[in-house]
């Protein structure tokens, strides 16, 4: 029996569905219904997936508040919503495990929904129907709350209106005083720097170690929020410790000032977590070829589990020409399994959080295989230039291919015993 709960694939299903066949929800049924309205059936579908970022001096390049701000974009959102361009969780329907913290994707019930109240002409609806607006945090706020900690870089970056791409270390103390459990991390620009900043990995040292060792903390990319761990697991950040920022600067024209910071939410003092949350740099392949008009060139890496793990989040990371990866595991059995694909759009860096019930669970010895493709054709909307070969670098338009995966440590006893308790679930369940 499998070692978590969704069905099993051989790595050849990833293959023919990374060939970027999509299923389309189907949207006969809410077609026939003409009383589908705005007020009634769509406005609550778009609070709770679409709003976050279309309003008013949010990221998104419209407001979808109301209806008369809505219903000029109606045939639009059809369009976006049925090829399930947004809202933007690329996670494949059909493989691998489905359940996920923080989705808002739709269902195939909602798309439906917004297709029949396009096609019936997008009617408004009686005004009695609306729900109540809508209350959102500034665009400026922490996505994991008010941290009760902030480090910035040790001084404002500025980035010349032509400068060439900089990448470098910069390091702040982080005045902490006492070793703390970390429950949460959100690294990001500031609202002026924003447009600048490619990426800025913060990771914090070992006061105690004499060869400047860094451990993990959060990474920030175009589109990513940042990282609430799960109960239970954390990172310890020790006294005296420095934060170290991998930036990576991109001028755009304009000379531009940053303040990159990172916000951290710590557990009660006196708290210790039962598990040190790990996540890794997961299956790195920098030998990249992908020639010149090519929209689907493969590349495969690898990543050996010392300890048996717990697997929490799975992130795509590739640059402008990505298109699809896929994460999956060959056991030390030989047993290999699809744990999760996602489609790739170079504007959303999204951490897929598995539900704790359903997260997969590996034995040691397992090896982790990270699977992705690259479209370097006219077909990819972020290609400048489809007539040029691309390999790996740190440019956005060099490339990258590797997954951010989170997961914690188990030793022998308790894996046993999640394994037994995760086969009596499916038991049930059958």
């Not at 949460?184 to 720097?193: D, L």
């Not at 175009?222 to 990282?227: A, E, R, T, Y």
């Not at 940053?258 to 997961?282: C, K, M, N, Q």
Request: net charge negative; aromatic share 10%.
């Amino acid at each position: 029996m499998s070692l978590f709960t969704h069905s099993r694939f051989v790595l050849a299903v990833a293959l023919v569905a990374a060939l970027g066949v999509v299923a389309l929800p189907s949207v006969s049924a809410a077609q026939n219904d003409a009383e589908v309205t705005f007020t009634k059936d769509v406005a609550p579908i778009l609070q709770r997936s679409c709003q976050e970022c279309h309003r008013t001096d949010s990221i998104a390049p419209m407001s979808l508040l109301t209806y008369e701000e809505a219903r000029p974009w109606a045939r639009s959102i059809k369009d976006k919503v049925i090829t399930r361009a947004m809202p933007p969780w690329y996670i494949d329907k059909n493989i691998g495990v489905q359940e996920f913290k923080y989705d808002y994707s739709l269902t195939d019930d909602e798309i439906s929904t917004i297709a029949a109240w396009v096609d019936n002409g997008a009617p408004q609806g009686n005004l009695a129907d609306m729900p109540p607006a809508r209350q959102f945090r500034d665009i400026a706020e922490w996505k994991i709350g008010e941290p009760d900690w902030v480090v910035e870089i040790p001084e404002p970056f500025v980035v010349a209106a032509a400068a060439p791409n900089w990448w470098g270390d910069l390091v702040s103390d982080s005045g902490l005083t006492e070793d703390r459990w970390v429950k949460a991390v959100e690294t990001k620009p500031s609202i002026e720097g924003f447009p600048v900043v490619h990426h800025a990995v913060t990771s914090m040292s070992d006061p105690e170690s004499d060869d400047d060792d860094y451990n993990f903390l959060n990474e920030y990319a175009l589109g990513k929020n940042g990282d609430i761990f799960p109960d239970g697991t954390g990172r310890m950040i020790k006294a005296g410790s420095q934060i170290k920022f991998n930036m990576h600067y991109a001028a755009n024209g304009v000379e531009t000032t940053d303040r990159t910071r990172v916000g951290i939410t710590f557990y009660p003092r006196g708290v210790v977590p039962e598990r040190e949350l790990i996540s890794a740099h997961v299956g790195d392949d920098e030998d990249l070829d992908i020639p010149a008009g090519e929209s689907n060139v493969r590349h495969d890496g690898f990543y050996r589990l010392k300890e048996n793990a717990h697997i929490t989040a799975f992130q795509a990371h590739l640059h402008n020409l990505g298109k699809r990866q896929c994460l999956g595991a060959v056991l030390p059995d030989n047993t290999k399994q699809i744990l999760s694909c996602a489609d790739w759009d170079f504007g959303w860096h999204i951490v897929y959080n598995y539900e704790d019930d359903v997260a997969p669970l590996l034995p040691k010895g397992t090896t982790l295989h990270v699977t992705s493709w690259h479209d370097n054709s006219d077909a990819n909307r972020w290609n400048d230039d489809p007539t040029n070969w691309a390999g790996f670098g740190q440019r956005s338009n060099d490339e990258m291919s590797f997954a951010w995966v989170s997961y914690y440590e188990i030793d022998d006893e308790t894996f046993e015993k999640k394994v037994e308790a995760r086969k009596g679930q499916t038991d049930n369940d059958e």
